[in-house]
């Protein structure tokens, strides 16, 4: 059976019921968290989530395409009890209740990471999570499109097939998506310039199509989507950025997110989470640029 595939999800279910609506950082524009579930409630979805996790096993042939079944607290404590153990004192006792980030946010960090890194088995969990948590499915699927530029079409298009099937189960039809075109945001010319004029001069000599793109599609389009808000985009930029250790591109993205209204304690948080979702070499990578955009920033 194909145990070794070691999911935190039902641990996270644990945690979200933890967390709470009282996770909000002062300041914090995202709408607010759904309110805090019982335990009544909680006991009812560890079994629920237990017994999928077993009917999931025993319908996985030896040949199937299907995702591996979620594994239980229980399965982890067969494979590896240390990593049981940090999960329910460290990450669930610790990291999600911490004030500096909302659910939401940190539903949106954790999605980002896991689309970035291509990490599916985690994502039928997350998705659901984050609709908890209070991200619109506009929202999740604007998510999936930007990522589509800034971790790779193949990445993207490997978490369509899991929302598809998330969003089928929840009854999410195509009226609460976004349109594929509209209206867009008003754009920051001054700002706009500025960028443009540093690309033309970096990348033109180099891949003038690449600036074309660049510009047209991403700044004069991608980012002018209003199914994201802004600081929202950025936050799925800068998580997918330190994700995957680009971190060349995270002084522009973080400087740019903080205009856009994410402040530095929610800035330093975000890397602790992604701390354990993309693993800490990624976190401490991203460090040095960080605290350089920290230090510059005005006072």
């Not at 205009?259 to 602790?272: C, F, H, I, R, V």
Request: aromatic letters at 6%; hydrophobic letters at 40%; proline letters at 8%.
């Amino acid at each position: 059976m194909r145990r070794n595939f070691l999911v935190l999800a039902l641990a996270m279910a644990i945690s979200h019921v933890a967390c709470g609506a009282d996770n909000n950082t002062t300041g914090h524009t995202s709408p607010e968290p759904p309110p805090e579930v019982s335990s009544k409630q909680a006991d009812s979805m560890k079994t629920r989530l237990a017994s999928q996790s077993s009917d999931q096993v025993d319908k996985l042939g030896p040949s199937s395409n299907a995702l591996p079944p979620v594994p239980t607290l229980e399965d982890l404590r067969m494979v590896a009890p240390a990593l049981a153990r940090y999960t329910e004192g460290t990450l669930l006792g610790d990291l999600w209740k911490r004030p500096e980030l909302s659910p939401r946010d940190r539903s949106i960090i954790t999605v980002a990471a896991l689309i970035t890194r291509n990490q599916t088995i985690e994502m039928p969990y997350h998705f659901n999570l984050a609709l908890d948590n209070g991200v619109k499915p506009s929202e999740l699927s604007e998510i999936i499109t930007h990522l589509a530029f800034y971790s790779g079409w193949a990445n993207a298009t490997s978490a369509v097939a899991v929302a598809k099937d998330v969003f089928s189960k929840r009854g999410i039809g195509s009226d609460q998506l976004p349109p594929a075109s509209g209206e867009h945001l008003p754009i920051d010319e001054a700002a706009e310039a500025q960028r443009a004029a540093r690309v033309e001069q970096d990348v033109g000599p180099v891949a003038p199509g690449l600036v074309q793109y660049t510009s047209d599609l991403l700044f004069h389009d991608l980012w002018l989507r209003p199914a994201l808000a802004p600081r929202d985009r950025s936050l799925v930029t800068v998580s997918a950025l330190i994700a995957s250790g680009q971190v060349a591109q995270i002084t522009y993205h973080l400087n740019r997110a903080m205009d856009n209204g994410l402040t530095k304690a929610q800035a330093s948080e975000m890397l602790t989470q992604l701390a354990f979702y993309a693993g800490w070499p990624k976190a401490f990578s991203a460090i040095p640029v960080v605290k350089d955009v920290f230090e510059k920033r005005p006072k």
